[in-house]
């Protein structure tokens, strides 16, 4: 399976963006699909999961203010990220998991200024 995000950028403060995440190849076992964030000098944390079935999972952080999620018609999964703050600044990863294996984004940048 191959992920690959986009829609990362800069934005200000209390601005939106939209994330996408593309999957191809064997994506029919894919069970459960994430975003996950990881700032400058800290781990990488969970940001929201959205389940095959279409349940969905948010961090405290940004519930109420991100929404996730995805077109099985076009192996597209969303994050929608509204009221942005700075603290929300990081890079971006798209996961998508199977019952053997756990798959990777290369990771896009966002950036919320001040």
């Known amino acids: 399976v191959q992920l690959v995000e986009s829609g990362g950028g800069l934005v200000q403060a209390g601005g939106s963006l939209r994330l996408s995440c593309a999957a191809s190849?064997?994506?029919?076992?894919?069970?459960?699909m994430g975003w996950y964030r990881q700032a400058p000098g800290k781990q990488r944390e969970l940001v929201a999961t959205i389940t095959s079935g279409g349940g969905t999972n948010y961090a405290d952080s940004v519930k109420g203010r991100f929404t996730i999620s995805r077109d099985n018609a076009k192996n597209t999964m969303y994050l929608q990220m509204n009221s942005l703050k700075p603290e929300d600044t990081a890079v971006y990863y798209c996961?998508?998991?199977?019952?053997?294996?756990?798959?990777w984004g290369q990771g896009t940048q966002v950036t919320v200024s001040s």
């Open positions: 190849g064997s994506t029919f076992n894919i069970y459960v």
């Open positions: 996961n998508a998991n199977s019952v053997e294996y756990a798959y």
